[in-house]
């Protein structure tokens, strides 16, 4: 059974940072990449960034420059370091594994900015 579980979330000023982490357990075939999305109230769902499993990464327009995803492969983990965080930032982040079959998707962490 694959499971995703998000952690990292919390309150944080505008300017400020946060790593989210994004750890996976189980066995998903032909893992394409990991990816991390975010959907704010009333808003649709936006893809953040993206990471392959050949490290190819790829980001949305609002968060480049910013946030930068990256992976331990020993430790299962995908992280999403977000620098210089703005308050249309806040959100429920979740991760998403890309298999060949079918996605994977986590619970979730929310992250609130206060101006």
């Known amino acids: 059974q694959v499971q995703l579980v998000e952690s990292g979330g919390g309150l944080v000023q505008a300017g400020g940072s946060l790593r989210l982490s994004c750890t996976v357990s189980g066995i998903i075939l032909r893992l394409n990449a990991m990816v991390w999305y975010r959907q704010a109230p009333g808003k649709q769902r936006e893809l953040v960034a993206t990471?392959?499993?050949?490290?190819?990464?790829n980001y949305g327009d609002s968060v480049k420059g910013r946030f930068t995803i990256s992976r331990d492969n020993a430790k299962n983990t995908v992280f999403l370091r977000m620098n210089s965080l703005k308050p249309e930032d806040a959100a429920d982040y979740y991760c998403?594994?890309?298999?060949?079959?079918?996605?994977?998707w986590g619970q979730g962490t929310q992250v609130t900015v206060s101006s």
């Open positions: 998403s594994a890309r298999g060949s079959l079918r996605d994977y």
């Open positions: 990471i392959t499993t050949g490290g190819t990464t």
